[in-house]
């Protein structure tokens, strides 16, 4: 059974970092195309990060030079380190597949705010 579990979110001031974490189990994150996707309210959730096997990224314009998606193979964990955090940015974040093959987990809740 693949669980994704999602956590590392909170309520944090503009400008401020936060580093989300996705352990995976039933599923070995090394051989697959990892991603984090995120849903703000009222919009349609969207992929924002991912990792190539090989360790090629890929970001959205909205994030690029913001955020970092790495794996941890040894643990079987895939991370996104986000920085100079806006208002814009919150949204629930979930982490998946490539293509949002596996269950979704429940997310965790980010909330950039003043």
């Known amino acids: 059974q693949v669980q994704l579990v999602e956590s590392g979110g909170g309520l944090v001031q503009p400008g401020g970092s936060l580093r989300l974490s996705c352990a995976a189990s039933?599923?070995?994150?090394?051989?697959?195309?990892m991603a984090w996707y995120r849903q703000a309210p009222g919009k349609q959730r969207e992929l924002i990060a991912r990792i190539s096997r090989g360790g090629s990224t890929y970001y959205v314009d909205s994030v690029k030079g913001r955020f970092t998606i790495s794996r941890d193979n040894a643990k079987n964990m895939v991370h996104l380190q986000m920085s100079s955090l806006k208002p814009e940015d919150t949204a629930v974040y979930f982490c998946?597949?490539?293509?949002?093959?596996?269950?979704w987990g429940q997310g965790t809740q980010v909330t950039v705010s003043s």
């Open positions: 998946n597949t490539g293509t949002g093959s596996r269950p």
């Open positions: 039933g599923i070995i994150v090394s051989i697959y195309v």
